[in-house]
């Protein structure tokens, strides 16, 4: 699953109707309502506010007065076919004075949406986890060179001994056995999720 970095805004024209595809970052179905307000704000006076969004195994999609399934539906699965997670897509549309009908409504907000997932950035949600060692100063090459090529390191203390903070994704315990002869471990502190 993928996540969208930022909030982004496409538009396309179809027979002289205006779609804004707004597709933002969302972590709580709670803030729907909000993010709606907010862009009611910003796009006065359009006719509609059609929106699909994926919050983990919730979903939610609104055709906001257009014919049922014609607008939120199609914006709903239009994320979950590109495999967005975490993604609210508000498509505002403009009326242009000529009707499209039920297929030509779907294609429009499927059009806007996708084309609005065109133009984001799109990340992959990765679980990291925290880690800091500390050990003598004979290590220090053999652990500098483990840890700058299989994690990041995030921090380095030297004191009586040097201490190294650092986020790895995959488990090192074996490699820093092996490196420090079995003297030291590291100590895990903390997992979290970051954006790749």
Known sequence: MFNVKEKVVSLIEVKKSKFYCILLPIN???????????????????????????????TRSNDDGEPASTAGRPIL??????????????????????????????????????????????????????????????????LEYLLSTKATITNRAYCEQVTYYFQTEEDLSLEIEEITSGQYQAEFISEEIIQK
């Open 28 to 58: 709580d179905d709670n803030k729907i309502k909000d993010e709606l307000v907010e862009i009611k704000k910003e796009y006065p006076a359009a006719r509609h506010y059609c929106y699909g969004a994926v919050i983990g195994d919730i």
């Open 77 to 142: 699965e239009t994320l979950l076919n590109h495999n967005l997670d975490n993604v609210l897509a508000v498509v505002v549309r403009y009326f242009g004075g000529t009707l499209l009908g039920t297929a030509g409504l779907i294609r429009a907000y499927s059009q806007a949406t996708a084309e609005a997932i065109k133009l984001a950035t799109l990340t992959i949600p990765t679980t990291v986890y925290n880690y800091k060692i500390t050990a003598d100063y004979s290590l220090i090459n053999s």
